[in-house]
T-cell receptor, first 115, second 116 residues
Framework: DTGVSQDPRHKITKRGQNVTFRCDPI?????LYWYRQTLGQGPEFLTY????????KSRLLSDRFSAERPKGSFSTLEIQRTEQGDSAMYLC?????????????FGPGTRLTVL | AQKVTQAQTEISVVEKEDVTLDCVYE???????LFWYKQPPSGELVFLIR??????QNEISGRYSWNFQKSTSSFNFTITASQVVDSAVYFC?????????????FGKGTKLTVNP
């Protein structure tokens, strides 16, 4: 029974470069979430997929950010023209819609440093 | 708007002391869920507990206990006889029920350090 995996675990990039992160959810989980966590803060919601459909996006997700889940399995989060303010931990979670709540299981995160 | 406040930024205790982490939330939803997560230095968020807004019964799991009081919009977490392995950042989170937004709203976390 494998958990949520994310790749890479760490990424250092120069300002202006594009970066892409990958998230592999727990198998058979149809829901996938992206959160961003900056130093000293709690995770902040970015976006959510149900299967391959992106159903909810936060205002934090600027036009430089794009997320996809093309086959309803793994997901990618791309940041174009990175800025120093994008430095954060990017967390992915997956879950199943149960009777009355959505359990979210988190991966280890990708730590992005923009120089 | 939904909001979670964890007023304690950092707490330091000596091993075997009891410690309570406070969580106060705001929501206009009539039904909702509250969560506690633990984030050790490795970074992965570990689920600890989920509580339905209709269930105000306190819960105990080993050394952990949770006190949910709807009247004061609080969902406090107590660790009894703390251990060094309890050192982590603890987050309280609020999530709407089915039909609402899927997102979890987190507090800023409380960093707990348990010293030997």
């Amino acid at each position: 029974d494998t958990g949520v995996s994310q790749d890479p675990r760490h990424k250092i990039t120069k300002r202006g470069q594009n970066v892409t992160f990958r998230c592999d959810p727990i198998s058979e989980h149809n829901r996938l979430y992206w959160y961003r966590q900056t130093l000293g803060q709690g995770p902040e919601f970015l976006t959510y997929f149900q299967n391959e459909a992106q159903l909810e996006k936060s205002r934090l997700l600027s036009d430089r950010f794009s997320a996809e889940r093309p086959k309803g399995s793994f997901s990618t989060l791309e940041i174009q023209r990175t800025e120093q303010g994008d430095s954060a931990m990017y967390l992915c979670a997956s879950g199943l819609r149960l009777a009355a709540y959505n359990e979210q299981f988190f991966g280890p995160g990708t730590r992005l440093t923009v120089l | 708007a939904q909001k979670v406040t964890q007023a304690q930024t950092e707490i330091s205790v000596v091993e075997k002391e009891d410690v309570t982490l406070d969580c106060v939330y705001e929501t206009r939803d009539t039904t909702y869920y509250l969560f506690w997560y633990k984030q050790p230095p490795s970074g992965e968020l570990v689920f600890l507990i989920r509580r339905n807004s209709f269930d105000e019964q306190n819960e105990i799991s080993g050394r952990y206990s949770w006190n949910f009081q709807k009247s004061t919009s609080s969902f406090n977490f107590t660790i009894t006889a703390s251990q060094v392995v309890d050192s982590a950042v603890y987050f309280c989170a609020l999530g709407p029920t089915q039909g609402g937004s899927e997102k979890l709203v987190f507090g800023k976390g409380t960093k707990l350090t348990v010293n030997p």
